[in-house]
């Protein structure tokens, strides 16, 4: 019973390298999320996936890209990492909008960039 | 202004007492309101679900809603060390697929 599943754990990049958080869910559920959460600021989010095959800018989209690979897949590409983009990395899923689904989260990616 | 407001606390507290957590907003749309209990280096888990007004409880756990005020409450009875962790409120208005956060407060509880 897995829930929504992150990879990486932790991950320390240079300014200008590039990477992939991954996340996976196995509760059938329609919409993914990613948020960064930092001290004093709360969880803040970046892009989310009502669906398969859509993708939307959340409150903080610059500088990341998303893609939906499948309904159980959603990852987070950080093209040219950034000192501003320290922060810890979290996964969402949920049923969708309907009635106010509520999220479940995975466990973070815990990202420095020096 | 936010649209979602909450004390980062810390709030410390004894074991055994009643702690209530507390946060405002704006948005007079948000009928979804949930509270999700943070511990340290893990992801948030909902532990409240609220739908409009009113009162749910569960267990030591009550969510209070005033929608009049634009004020939500969590109470927490006979707390427990087991308890200290960062809570945030969330809520979101009906056919979104956002919910707004509050920044979190965080409660320790001491034996």
Not at chain 2, 43 to 49: F, K, N, R
């Given at each position: 019973?897995?829930?929504?599943?992150?990879?990486?754990?932790?991950?320390?990049?240079?300014?200008?390298?590039?990477?992939?958080?991954?996340?996976?869910?196995?509760?059938?559920h329609?919409s993914?999320?990613?948020?960064?959460?930092?001290?004093?600021?709360?969880?803040?989010?970046?892009?989310?996936?009502?669906?398969?095959?859509?993708?939307?800018?959340?409150?903080?989209?610059?500088?990341?890209?998303?893609?939906?690979?499948?309904?159980?897949?959603?990852?987070?590409?950080?093209?040219?990492?950034?000192?501003?983009?320290?922060?810890?990395?979290?996964?969402?899923s949920s049923f969708g909008?309907?009635?106010?689904s509520?999220l479940?989260?995975?466990?973070?990616?815990?990202?420095?960039?020096? | 202004?936010?649209?979602?407001?909450?004390?980062?606390?810390?709030?410390?507290?004894?074991?055994?007492?009643?702690?209530?957590?507390?946060?405002?907003?704006?948005?007079?749309?948000?009928?979804?309101?949930?509270?999700?209990?943070?511990?340290?280096?893990?992801?948030?888990?909902?532990?409240?679900?609220?739908?409009?007004?009113?009162?749910?409880?569960?267990?030591?756990?009550?969510?209070?809603?005033?929608?009049?005020?634009?004020?939500?409450?969590?109470?927490?009875?006979?707390?427990?060390?087991?308890?200290?962790?960062?809570?945030?409120?969330?809520?979101?208005?009906?056919?979104?697929?956002?919910?707004?956060?509050?920044?979190?407060?965080?409660?320790?509880?001491?034996?």
């Open positions: 019973n897995a829930g929504v599943t992150q990879t990486p754990k932790f991950q320390v990049l240079k300014t200008g390298q590039s990477m992939t958080l991954q996340c996976a869910q196995d509760m059938n329609n993914m999320y990613w948020y960064r959460q930092d001290p004093g600021m709360g969880l803040r989010l970046i892009y989310y996936s009502a669906s398969e095959g859509t993708t939307d800018k959340g409150e903080v989209p610059n500088g990341y890209n998303v893609s939906r690979l499948n309904k159980r897949e959603f990852s987070l590409r950080l093209e040219s990492a950034a000192p501003s983009q320290t922060s810890v990395y979290f996964c969402a909008t309907v009635n106010g509520p479940h989260f995975g466990n973070g990616t815990r990202l420095t960039v020096t | 202004q936010k649209e979602v407001e909450q004390d980062p606390g810390p709030l410390s507290v004894p074991e055994g007492a009643i702690v209530s957590l507390n946060c405002t907003y704006s948005n007079s749309a948000f009928q979804y309101f949930m509270w999700y209990r943070q511990y340290s280096r893990k992801g948030p888990e909902l532990l409240m679900y609220t739908y409009s007004s009113g009162n749910k409880e569960d267990g030591r756990f009550t969510a209070q809603v005033d929608k009049s005020s634009k004020y939500i409450s969590l109470f927490i009875r006979d707390s427990q060390p087991s308890d200290s962790a960062t809570y945030l409120c969330a809520m979101s208005a009906q056919n979104t697929d956002k919910l707004i956060f509050g920044t979190g407060t965080r409660l320790q509880v001491f034996p």
